[in-house]
């Protein structure tokens, strides 16, 4: 029997993620992130960890012609998918790098403003990570980052994590974890301090992610990980019962509007010291 016939498994990864993801929470909190940022017209801009490219589209709009952008991921079908939606806004000036964070492949000083959307839990090597941002920056070059709070703040994830991870084991859902890995200030602080960045400002933001049906959604948002095989090759009503649970637990984050579940993530700004090493000015 094809187990797989009855559960929609949605086009790619990377499609799956703006198709679900970004419209249910991660374009509103790109708006936050590139408004702390305080992207100018003219500004050269670093999207790192990019994705599908959403924080590189909107920051392209605002730096103008006389501005650029760039965005840099690890993964390449991410940036391919990132570089046909840009195609598709008429934002083909965006330059699309592959490579590890690790190793940013941009020269040094290149860049006004570096951003990193909901990447830098995900980076084995946080500290190098953070000081390959402060190299490429300009002295005095403003960094924007967003990391989620911890797991018990960003109930949505907690409550999957736990059911999927119970049908097909917990090493599989470790990526909701891993999101909400980052969640100490004094352990960001120290991490930024010691990249050489200062005026740092850890701000607490809680948004309602949304999205009109929770029942597209949950295959949908599913789909993006990698143990959605798993759930698809799943005899059919064992994944019935367990995608019932899930929307069971699910309804106390919905409302008469769809999904409706808050999220809570750190917001970060810093400066990067000037070129006389000195804290950059507010
Ligand atoms: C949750 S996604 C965030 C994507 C995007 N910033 C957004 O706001 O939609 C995390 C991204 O980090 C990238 N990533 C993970 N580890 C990386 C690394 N070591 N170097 C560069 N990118 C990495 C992944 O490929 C993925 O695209």
Known sequence: MDNTSSWPLHGTAPETYEQYIVPAWMGAWTDTLIERAGIRPGDRILDVACGTGVVARRAAQ????SGSVMGFDADRNMLETARKFADKESLA?????????????????????????QGLQF??????????????LVPGGRLALSVWRSIDRCPFFATLAEIIGNYIGAESTRAFYSSCSLSDREELRKLLSNAGFNNIEIRLEVQMARFPSLDEFLPGYISVFPFAHQIAEMAGDKREKMLAEIMNSLLIFSDDCGLATPMESHIITAWKNGSDGQAAPL
Do not use: N, Y
């Open 123 to 136: 980076f084995p090597e946080k500290q190098k990570a953070l000081e390959e941002m402060s190299r490429v």
């Open 93 to 117: 000036s965006i330059e699309w790098h592959f490579g590890d964070v690790a190793f940013i492949p941009v020269e040094t000083e290149r860049c006004d403003v570096v951003i990193c959307q």
């Open 62 to 65: 605002l730096v103008g012609a």
